[in-house]
């Protein structure tokens, strides 16, 4: 069943921070005095409308604290500059990184906001070049911004993702690298990864292609792609949380079936690496 209200938050999130970071986390808050497993990610792994996200599914049947570092739009820039959520989640005996879109990170084309990375700050003088008759100030969202580029111009636009590729393998290297490599990767879609690059913007999430992740599958400690179901790649599936206004950005997520396959399929991999 899906639930709207009509009060202002339909689903209490119990935000929290952790040591020295400024970001507000997904709580209640979780314990960080014993050993526990991180969650790295965006709005799958935070889980916007959903009552018991996967991180949530996966400590009840580990037993063990598992703690959500994901943030609503989150790009890696939102973990590689914030020394205090590093430092947690490196602290974790294992960690769950959720594969991410390129978009949401500053690059040599674009600037995003350091904490909320769906943000557009500021364009280049480089994508200015390229895009002279495009007026930047109009834009807020990366997305927004993207999805204008590439209806101008495919040819130039495919300019812009390879910079965004190429910043997005260096980037994981070095996360992945920073977490000493006790990291399983998690894919989360309504799709396997593609094989080849794509440029359209419809899918989460942008611009990753099967051999991106290859690159970095030696650096990590495992792979999950998920979801793989017919009914869990539906969108907007019935048992989430949301109030009215929310209810069109509800339908563009992925449904309570897709997170609890994933923590189904996680449980044995995270068991395993735990030892």
Not at 232 to 240: E, I, L, N
Request: hydrophobic share 40%; charged share 25%.
């Amino acid at each position: 069943m899906t639930y709207a209200a009509t009060a202002q938050g339909a689903l209490d999130y119990f935000p929290c921070r952790y040591g020295r970071s400024r970001v507000l986390f997904r709580g209640p808050r979780r314990p960080l005095d014993g050993p526990y497993v991180g969650f790295l990610g965006g709005t799958d792994t935070y889980g916007r409308f959903i009552e018991t996200p996967f991180p949530a599914l996966c400590e009840a049947a580990l037993d063990m604290p598992c703690v959500n570092f994901g943030v609503i739009n989150a790009g890696l820039d939102l973990y590689l500059n914030d020394p205090g959520a590093l430092h947690v989640a490196e602290r974790a005996s294992v960690t769950v990184l959720q594969i991410m879109g390129a978009q949401n990170m500053s690059n040599r084309y674009y600037s995003v906001h350091p904490r909320r990375n769906d943000r557009f700050l500021r364009a280049s003088d480089r994508l200015q070049e390229l895009y002279p008759e495009v007026d930047f100030t109009e834009f807020h969202f990366n997305r927004h911004m993207l999805g204008r580029l590439h209806d101008l111009s495919p040819e130039r636009f495919s300019e812009v993702t390879g910079e965004l590729r190429l910043a997005w393998v260096a980037r994981m290297k070095h996360l992945l690298t920073l977490l000493r490599g006790r990291v399983l990767l998690l894919w989360i879609s309504d799709r396997l990864p593609p094989e080849k690059p794509v440029d359209a913007i419809e899918h989460e999430p942008l611009f990753i292609h099967r051999g991106m992740i290859e690159t970095l599958r030696p650096r990590a400690a495992g792979y999950l792609e998920m979801p793989v179901s017919d009914k869990a790649r539906q969108r907007g599936a019935p048992g989430m949380v949301y109030n009215d206004f929310e209810a069109s950005a509800a339908a563009e997520l992925l449904g309570p079936m897709a997170h609890e396959e994933t923590a189904e399929a996680l449980v044995p991999q995270l068991r395993e690496l735990l030892g």
